[in-house]
């Protein structure tokens, strides 16, 4: 069974991640109470009086659609490849930066030195488009 506890600042990220990747495939209702309970922090009851359902409703429609959304990503692992691909381009952003540093103290060639700089601007500006979002 899932659970639909949201204590943690880490699972309601989570929740967003996963609705922003996969929200589409849940029912328009799903979305709602999912959008209503993790993102603008509604409570079972109000979610409830404002789709006009019970509250054991509104649960069992979070739990689906959490469930739903968990077993998605199992399979597709999307969120996954992301977070993979965000963790290496901070590692290329990082050994660019570093071996610019050395070309610069070995006062290598202003063409390398160049060539570094743009794999360092080009994987800020991909973490930094990943954070606009």
């Keep these: 069974m899932v659970d639909i506890d949201v204590s943690s600042d880490v699972k309601r990220v989570e929740i967003g991640f996963l609705l922003d990747l996969y929200g589409n495939i849940l029912t328009e209702k799903q979305k709602l109470s999912m959008d209503l309970y993790f993102q603008q922090d509604f409570s079972l009851s109000e979610i409830a009086e404002q789709l006009g359902i019970t509250r054991q409703a ?74 606009d979002k």
């Design 58 to 131: 509104v649960r069992d429609s979070l739990i689906r659609a959490e469930t739903t959304l968990y077993d998605t990503e199992a399979r597709l692992g999307l969120m996954k490849r992301f977070d993979k691909v965000r963790k290496l381009m901070v590692e290329t952003y990082e050994n660019a930066a570093f071996v610019r540093n050395y070309a610069q103290r070995k006062f290598l060639a202003a063409d390398v030195i160049d060539k570094i700089t743009a794999i360092q601007n080009a994987a800020a500006e991909i973490l930094n488009d990943d954070n």
